[in-house]
């Protein structure tokens, strides 16, 4: 899905813009989805595809919304992100190529995959 960053402008807030479009993050534990419960399905704000299910999401204390894996693997790509000086691995939703949040390995989390996708509640939807 191309768009222009003039036509994102236009169907995306200002605050949607930098984090989806600009790879920006949101202030940790001020997302809408950081503490919800309901059984659903999590999308792509900016272009609706299904990206995550609520049967993923775990609380991480991280202060932003948690999966231990994505839908399907070819819903998310990766990118090596060295921006803050660390090692990071950015997600990006493969449909529209809009930042997500990163994905983190390692952390000794009780999960099947012992991963950790931090993801910005900005740039999902949720449907129950």
């Known amino acids: 899905m191309e768009r ?7 169907i995306l807030s200002p605050e949607e813009f930098y984090v989806l479009r600009q790879a920006g993050t949101e202030r940790p534990h001020t997302g809408k989805y950081v503490n919800e419960t309901r059984t659903g399905t999590y ?3 900016a272009c609706g595809a299904e990206l995550f299910s609520s049967e993923t ?8 919304p948690a ?10 790509r990766y990118i090596r992100d060295t921006s803050l000086g660390m090692e990071r691995v ?11 949040g990163h994905v983190f390995y390692g952390e000794g989390f009780n999960t099947p ?4 996708y931090c993801i910005n509640s900005v740039c999902l939807t949720f449907e129950e």
């Open 67 to 76: 999966f231990f894996a994505p839908l399907a693997e070819d819903r998310v």
């Open 43 to 45: 999308s792509c704000r």
């Open 113 to 116: 995959t012992d991963a950790r």
């Open 4 to 10: 222009s960053e003039a036509e994102w402008r236009e």
């Open 57 to 64: 999401k775990f609380d991480a204390m991280c202060g932003w």
């Open 90 to 100: 950015e997600v990006r939703c493969t449909a529209c190529d809009s930042h997500l």
